[in-house]
């Protein structure tokens, strides 16, 4: 009986530390959601340096110390050369664009590309890194309109493609000047799809009445529980129809030699195919090609990041503090068996 009545108070304690901490985390994230969103920071990151750096401790461990001598008095003789040299070298602003569905990364695409626009002078340059599969029309419209904010103050804009940009990502990669895309990236995909259940069926069967008031023929073309007619289903083909030729034109717009009757069938192909039909101009990584422009530039990766509000520090402790909690609980029981 000893035994159970201690094992009670300490399960009991261990209860009462986990409800009080998801409690203390609930009030603290309820509290932030009713203040202003915090803004973010730009991030800059001189990859030049950072690849010098590399670069100079692969010698130092690979030369003999001669060679390393001979390598260190050299550098310090291109530095000193650098010093003298008063013309400043061009710059490459790098960003990393990693989309997702609802294409909600471009709220940090326009700040980078904002902050660029401002201190960017005459020679510089943008590379941007695509990773996307596409998405929502009106989010990769609005992120492909910001990169031409950078064609419009004529800034030479390169887009890379290491794994894929299809619709939507393509959709950003064909304003560049010039796309690269490594040999089995995925591009293409210039098509429109949309797709919906439809549960009215199964609520007829349960006798569940479903209403939908609406002031417009089509204000809904398709509905999810009510019964779509041939009128609304003809409407909303119509309207895929019209969005995919807007998004035609729009490709061939930044790339007007592509036959663009052979690519927009919603297809997509490979780096090694897609040089061939024109939806790229080279095959390369983003690694091979940044590792190129730091010859004869500066490289400055530059990311627009939200500060960490005290609501989610609190919780990330209190996470741990939980699962310490509950490690110590497992490890206790185990004991006690």
């Not at 530390?17 to 920071?41: F, N, R, T």
């Not at 291109?78 to 569905?101: L, M, N, Q, R, W």
């Not at 609802?102 to 002078?121: C, F, H, Q």
């Not at 192909?269 to 190129?292: K, P, R």
Request: hydrophobic share 40%; net charge negative; aromatic share 6%.
């Amino acid at each position: 009986m000893e035994f159970l009545s201690e094992y009670g108070m300490f399960l009991a304690k261990a209860v009462t530390i986990v409800v009080a901490i998801l409690a203390v985390v609930i009030v603290v994230l309820a509290s932030s959601m009713k203040q202003k969103a915090d803004k973010g920071e730009l991030k800059l990151t001189n990859m030049t340096d950072e690849l010098k750096q590399l670069e100079k401790e692969l010698k130092e461990e690979l030369l003999s110390k001669k060679q390393y001598k001979a390598y260190e008095k050299q550098l310090k003789a291109d530095e000193k050369a650098a010093e003298k040299d008063e013309t400043t070298p061009s710059k490459v602003f790098v960003i990393d664009f990693k989309g997702s569905i609802d294409a909600g990364e471009v709220a940090s695409l326009r700040e980078e590309i904002t902050a660029i626009l401002t201190i960017a002078e005459k020679d510089d340059q943008v590379l941007v890194n695509v990773e996307s599969g596409g998405g929502m029309v009106h989010g990769y419209g609005l992120a492909s309109s910001q990169l031409d904010r950078l064609k419009q103050a004529n800034i030479p804009l390169t887009i890379c493609i290491d794994k894929v940009a299809a619709s939507g990502g393509y959709m950003m990669a064909c304003v560049a000047d010039k796309v690269y895309a490594a040999p089995f990236a995925i591009v293409g995909s210039i098509g429109v799809v949309a797709q919906l259940p439809n549960f009215s069926r199964l609520l007829k069967k349960h006798d569940i009445d479903y209403e939908q008031h609406t002031a417009g023929d089509f204000k809904r073309t398709l509905t999810v529980f009510g019964e779509n007619t041939d009128e609304g289903r003809e409407k909303f083909q119509e309207e895929l129809e019209e969005t995919h030729v807007l998004f035609k034109e729009f490709v061939s717009k930044y790339r007007p030699e592509m036959d663009i009757a052979k690519v927009a069938t919603g297809e997509h192909w490979y780096g090694q195919q897609a040089i061939e039909l024109g939806l790229i101009d080279a095959i390369s990584t983003s690694d091979d090609v940044i590792l190129s422009l730091v010859k004869e530039h500066q490289v400055i990766k530059i990311k627009y990041q939200m500060k960490k509000k005290l609501a989610d520090k609190i919780a990330h402790g209190a996470s741990l503090s939980v699962d310490g909690v509950i490690n110590r609980l497992m490890e206790r029981e185990s004991t006690i068996k």
